[in-house]
């Protein structure tokens, strides 16, 4: 299984200044990317295209913004990668982690428990830069739900807007 690169383009997104938004928090739901959210005031969303290895992947990146802090999900289709499907979905979420690591420090790492699900929640961190990250692999989507912000906000990653965040993150039935 090579090293899935699906944190990498949002960094362009995560570096954009914050924008001060209505703190009402709202649950959205994408079912082309199957997965529903809570998040902060209006998202901002954008499709991409992942090259990795031989494979053109939709990546869908959605994207909240309060204060000082993002908090952002990518869903990256996997569905064309050829052993995507009968991968160990431990190792997919391992392949997510380290092509999250691509320039950056890992800084923590524990295994949260989601019946039926592969995860992997870890922080990373460079340049005056935090991303708090969960990974979740749950074919044919790869999942990452983040929560950004900079080293004088860290705080951020863990208060209780971002446990929200991550606690409200559910996969849609397909």
């Given at each position: 299984m090579r090293t899935l690169m699906l944190a990498a383009p949002v960094a362009a997104v995560v570096a954009a200044p914050a924008v001060a938004q209505t703190p009402g928090w709202k649950t959205w739901s994408y079912a082309d990317s199957g997965f529903q959210i809570d998040g902060p005031g209006q998202p901002q969303t954008q499709a991409q295209a992942v090259q990795?290895?031989?494979?053109?992947l939709a990546m869908n990146v959605?994207?909240?913004?309060?204060?000082?802090?993002?908090y952002i999900v990518t869903a990256t289709n996997v569905s064309s990668i050829?052993?995507?499907?009968?991968?160990d979905p431990e190792q997919m979420v391992e392949s997510?982690?380290?092509?999250?690591?691509?320039?950056?420090?890992l800084l923590a790492?524990?295994?949260e428990a989601y019946p039926g699900l592969a995860t992997r929640d870890f922080s990373v961190g460079s340049d005056g830069k935090r991303i708090r990250m969960r990974?979740?692999?749950?074919?044919?989507?790869?999942y990452s739900i983040m929560v950004a912000t900079?080293?004088?906000?860290?705080?951020?990653?863990?208060?209780a807007s971002a446990q929200r965040f991550y606690k409200s993150f559910k996969i849609l039935k397909r």
């Amino acid at each position: 299984m090579r090293t899935l690169m699906l944190a990498a383009p949002v960094a362009a997104v995560v570096a954009a200044p914050a924008v001060a938004q209505t703190p009402g928090w709202k649950t959205w739901s994408y079912a082309d990317s199957g997965f529903q959210i809570d998040g902060p005031g209006q998202p901002q969303t954008q499709a991409q295209a992942v090259q990795n290895g031989d494979s053109s992947l939709a990546m869908n990146v959605v994207v909240f913004r309060a204060e000082n802090v993002a908090y952002i999900v990518t869903a990256t289709n996997v569905s064309s990668i050829p052993d995507a499907k009968t991968a160990d979905p431990e190792q997919m979420v391992e392949s997510i982690k380290q092509g999250a690591l691509q320039d950056q420090t890992l800084l923590a790492e524990t295994k949260e428990a989601y019946p039926g699900l592969a995860t992997r929640d870890f922080s990373v961190g460079s340049d005056g830069k935090r991303i708090r990250m969960r990974a979740v692999y749950s074919y044919p989507f790869a999942y990452s739900i983040m929560v950004a912000t900079d080293d004088a906000h860290a705080a951020s990653l863990t208060d209780a807007s971002a446990q929200r965040f991550y606690k409200s993150f559910k996969i849609l039935k397909r």
